[in-house]
């Protein structure tokens, strides 16, 4: 397992820690997700045989945030 934070742009509610959260959780290869609101950061768990870093980007994009 392997621990990545990313750094998101544009979440400012719970719905919006919801949303993160729901699309990382549901993809293959991804344990847990944690989205802290107050720094932008989402701590994410993570199989690499899995799933890939840039996967997990377009999903949170797909959501209408940016990640850095």
């Known amino acids: 397992m392997h621990t990545k934070t990313l750094n998101v742009k544009g979440m400012t509610c719970g719905h919006c820690k919801m949303s993160v959260e729901g699309a990382l ?17 989402v701590k994410v768990e993570y199989d690499e045989t899995k799933i890939t870093l840039e996967s997990m980007k377009e ?8 990640v850095a």
């Open 25 to 41: 959780n549901g993809l293959d290869g991804v344990s847990t997700a944690e989205v802290d609101l107050n720094s932008g950061k």
């Open 59 to 66: 999903a949170v994009e797909d959501q209408g945030y940016d």
